[in-house]
C-alpha cells in the first residue's frame, strides 16, 4: 500500500528532537499552581507519526513517564493519536485539527475529570508552535456552560 506524506504529516515532523520543558497545573480550589519539568525525546515514524517519550517529576515530586502519538488521517482529515502516562490508567484518545495559520494543533479527548468528581469529560490539548525550536503546550476541559478552562501550561525547548 503507497502511502503519500501530506503537509500536515510534514507539520508534525517540527517536533522531532529532544525537549526540555517547565510547566504549571492549577487544579482550583484556591491553590497556587503546581510546577514541574522534565524531558522529551520526540521521533519520527515513518514520516507519518510523532512518538514523544517524556520523563519528568510530577508536582509531588515522583516520576512520571508520558507517551504521545500524534498522526494525521487523511481519509479522515483529522489528526489523530493517543496520550498515556504513568500516573493514571486512563488512554487519552486524540481527534483533532490544526488552524488556518498552521501553528496551533488542537487535540480533544474525553477522559476522568482529575478536577471534579472523576467523571467522564471533554477535554482539550493545545500545542502550539511559537518558534523553531520553542512550543507550547496547554491543557483544558470543558465546563458546564460549554466554555473552556484551561488549568495546565508547559513551555518547551529544543535541546537539540
Known amino acids: 500500500m503507497e502511502v503519500k506524506i501530506e503537509k ?3 507539520w508534525l515532523q517540527q517536533m522531532v528532537g529532544e525537549w526540555t520543558y517547565e510547566g504549571e497545573c492549577s487544579m482550583g480550589g484556591g ?3 503546581m510546577k514541574f519539568e522534565g524531558t522529551e525525546t520526540v521521533r519520527s515514524v515513518g514520516g507519518l507519526w510523532i512518538v514523544a517519550e517524556g520523563k519528568g517529576s510530577m508536582p509531588d515530586g515522583s ?3 508520558m507517551i504521545l502519538t500524534v498522526g494525521y488521517d487523511p481519509k479522515r482529515g483529522r489528526f489523530v493519536g493517543s496520550w498515556i502516562g504513568s500516573m493514571m490508567t ?3 484518545v486524540y481527534d483533532g485539527a490544526l488552524d488556518g495559520a498552521e501553528k496551533v494543533l488542537s487535540l480533544e479527548s ?13 477535554f ?3 500545542v502550539e508552535i511559537t518558534g ?3 512550543r507550547v503546550f496547554s491543557g483544558g476541559r470543558v465546563n458546564a456552560d460549554g466554555s473552556w478552562s484551561k488549568f495546565m501550561t508547559v513551555r518547551y525547548t529544543r535541546v537539540r
Do not use: I, L, N, S
Open 90 to 92: 486512563h488512554m487519552w
Open 110 to 122: 474525553e477522559g476522568p475529570d482529575c478536577m471534579g468528581d472523576g467523571e467522564m469529560a471533554r
Open 63 to 65: 516520576p512520571a513517564t
Open 31 to 33: 491553590e497556587p499552581p
Open 124 to 126: 482539550r490539548d493545545v
Open 132 to 134: 523553531k525550536d520553542t
Open 8 to 10: 500536515q504529516h510534514e
